[in-house]
């Protein structure tokens, strides 16, 4: 099982006993908003299923996304990693926070451990983020952790901004 800790986070795979605090963390409107791509949308057996999509990815790719714990609290606050399922334009690093928790900079820190451990040892040459353009607190976490906006495009009826960033491996 693939673990990693940052400062603030410890940043591990989810289980099915994370399934109460998402919910409640993907049911929150603000979340709600900016959601896309990655399974049904609301409700417990959403959720649910988004944990088992979640899990299988673990299994099937070897990397995947992380449930985040703060660990001054213990509490569940999110997920982060990676996400490259059939058909996808490429690894891409994802985030979700609790509504509550936003504006702390967890995103940015479990995100910026996620980009470091898919160049790393996943051995990725390039990952991206698809975010929504009118999605602002993204957008910086995407910057924040050094990806540059790469192109917009079409996605599962969306229209989405692509951040990308390559291996810094790769310019030396």
Not at 39 to 45: E, S, W
Not at 125 to 144: E, H, L
Request: aromatic share 10%; charged share 20%; no cysteine.
């Amino acid at each position: 099982m693939v673990i990693r800790e940052t400062p603030r986070l410890l940043l591990r795979p989810p289980t099915a006993e994370d399934l109460e605090p998402f919910v409640e963390i993907h049911e929150h409107p603000q979340v709600l908003r900016f959601l896309s791509g990655i399974g049904p949308a609301t409700g417990r057996i959403a959720s649910w299923r988004l944990l088992a999509l979640l899990i299988g990815h673990w299994h099937l790719r070897g990397y995947g996304q992380w449930a985040i714990v703060e660990k001054a609290t213990g509490e569940l606050i999110g997920r982060v990693g990676l996400w490259y399922p059939e058909g996808w334009p490429g690894i891409e690093l994802g985030w979700v926070i609790k509504h509550s928790r936003w504006d702390n900079g967890f995103a940015t820190e479990g995100a910026k451990a996620a980009a470091d451990f898919a160049f790393n040892e996943v051995g990725a040459d390039r990952i991206i983020s698809m975010i929504q353009p009118d999605n602002p607190r993204s957008i910086r976490v995407a910057q924040k952790i050094g990806e540059t906006f790469a192109e917009s495009r079409q996605f599962n009826s969306q229209q989405l901004d692509v951040y990308a960033m390559t291996n810094p491996r790769q310019a030396t």
